[in-house]
């Protein structure tokens, strides 16, 4: 369970498409303090899901980070879809498949009866006897 999850449970609550909140505001809903690069920096609150545990929290909620303002210390996330499913562990989260897994399904055929432990080269046989 990450120490934001609070964040994410309080957005999938809410009934509205957009919910402004301070930066205050979400230290309050996580009870945590933010990172310091998050009053200082305006990418830390970009949709990259690869940014921060924070993201992937309201990403997972079915929002997205608008209208940051760095000077006011306040945004507002907007509903982009429904939430993602719960999990039953927190690790299966950070594992992602590759969009190239089982890309070559079905590309090679093993004839009937090929023993695919026997080695390829005859010179290995030797080699194995030796």
Known sequence: MSKYD???????????????LTFAEV????????????????????????????TRVWLDAGFESEQVNMTAQKLVFRRVKKPKAESSTSASRSVSIHPAYG?????????????LTAPADPEWIEAGRN
């Open 6 to 20: 609070r964040l994410g449970d309080f957005l999938k609550d809410q009934k509205l498409e957009r919910v402004p």
């Open 27 to 54: 230290e309050r809903i996580t009870q945590t303090k933010l990172p310091a690069s998050a009053h200082k920096h305006r990418p830390w609150w970009s949709n990259n899901s690869t940014n921060s545990v924070l």
């Open 103 to 115: 890309a070559l399904k079905g590309l090679v055929k093993v004839t009937p009866g090929t023993d």
